[in-house]
């Protein structure tokens, strides 16, 4: 039996370890995988929940983190190293930036037959500045040319590493999307809608708009609470913003909303012009207490939240980013604007807003759209045949 070393930058909620801890649980019995896994920041919610219910013990590096420290990163290099020897894996599978630059360097000087990695986003553009950006094309565009293969999540994605940053030639990507367990997102509906608006005081009447992820500048919120507060200003419907996570920018949220005159009040939520749930781990119990969901990010690979959101028939407005448009249907279950253009977002919201059966039609599709291309089943079944191709060509 083939074995797999599956390396994640850190077990966050995300897309990245719902797709690790998957293709760890189904690609049994075909292959044997070890997963191992950095540490979390202290302002993200973990996702442990995830490998601790398909039964998963993960390896954890304590000193691999997101953020770059030449002496840890070095301490982890040779701890997967260790790894490597011991485990002796016919496959190195990496997903995300600092575990793919640590993982495929260990791999390559151990002489691992099949090298892969996936890119779950990128940061070459609106991460860093243009001389960090140049060293990490140069180091991603090395560490693909000595690995077996590369894959993209998305179609967007895979031209704008190709063609747009020029990582390698295209025969060394395979596009393979996410997958995730969908049907629980479309189950006891009513139920989880009643429980969540409840729980944060939302009335019938009341149109919520969520916007889910890290608290951190990619995601701009700030930009959310603009395109909000235009669109409060401008319908008969009331309106809440329903702020889903937390992280490095939340006092920097606070200020911006005093700014507007957006109206916070914690003590009182009945009052409230803006609702902070901090992370919720079970998103599906979330999402049918919403009207609309909200992306504002400046950049994405494959927005989960879009994804989940299809999957509740939450009708969606979005920034056009980076894989969105592989993962939504414009028109019908997304409408996409400009990530500069708040007056042609807040334009997005206010259809939704003022259109009750717009809102209907939206979510109705969204299940269909989502519920085949990102199965679990599907990513695990592609992998696979990856992974066997791979190994043929080596041996």
């Not at 950095?38 to 953020?67: C, N, Q, V, W, Y």
């Not at 894996?89 to 793919?100: C, L, N, Y």
């Amino acid at each position: 039996m083939p074995k797999v070393l599956r390396i994640i930058n850190r077990l966050n909620l995300g897309g990245p370890t719902y797709n690790a801890a998957y293709l760890t649980k189904y690609l049994e019995p075909d292959f044997e995988t070890l997963l191992v896994a950095g540490m979390k920041d202290d302002s993200e919610a973990s996702s442990e929940f995830i490998t601790e219910s398909l039964g998963l013990k993960p390896i954890f590096i304590k000193d691999m983190h997101r953020s770059l420290h030449p002496i840890k990163d070095i301490k982890s290099y040779q701890e997967i190293v260790k790894i490597i020897r011991e485990f002796k894996p016919d496959i190195v599978h990496t997903h995300a930036a600092k575990s793919g630059t640590l993982g495929r360097l260990a791999a390559i000087n151990e002489g691992v037959p099949v090298i892969v990695h996936t890119f779950h986003g990128h940061v070459f553009h609106s991460y860093f500045n243009p001389i960090k950006t140049k060293i990490f094309l140069f180091i991603e565009r090395y560490l693909s040319k000595k690995s077996s293969k590369t894959i993209a999540i998305s179609n967007k994605q895979f031209e704008e590493l190709c063609y747009d940053f020029k990582i390698d030639e295209v025969k060394k990507f395979e596009i393979i999307p996410l997958g995730f367990d969908l049907e629980r997102f479309n189950v006891k509906k009513e139920e989880k809608r009643a429980e969540f608006r409840k729980k944060y005081h939302i009335k019938d009447d009341e149109i919520a708009i969520g916007i889910i992820g890290r608290l951190v500048p990619v995601k701009n919120h700030n930009f959310f609470l603009e395109a909000f507060n235009e669109a409060k200003n401008k319908t008969k419907h009331k309106i809440k913003a329903v702020i889903i996570g937390d992280g490095e920018l939340k006092e920097d949220v606070f200020a911006k909303a005093a700014e507007l005159n957006l109206n916070i009040n914690l003590s009182n939520p009945d009052l409230t012009d803006i609702i902070f749930t901090s992370w919720i781990t079970e998103v599906d119990k979330a999402l049918p207490g919403l009207e609309i969901i909200a992306l504002t990010s400046l950049n994405e690979g494959t927005p989960v939240s879009l994804i989940e959101a299809q999957a509740a028939g939450v009708p969606i407005v979005s920034t056009r980013v980076g894989g969105i448009e592989d993962v939504v249907i414009e028109n019908e279950t997304a409408f996409l604007s400009s990530k500069t253009d708040v007056s042609e977002f807040t334009q997005q919201l206010l259809k939704l807003i003022e259109n009750e059966n717009l809102r209907k039609s939206f979510a109705e599709k969204g299940f269909q759209n989502v519920i085949e291309k990102f199965s679990y089943l599907r990513l695990a079944k592609d992998v696979k045949h990856l992974y066997l191709k791979l190994l043929a060509e080596v041996k």
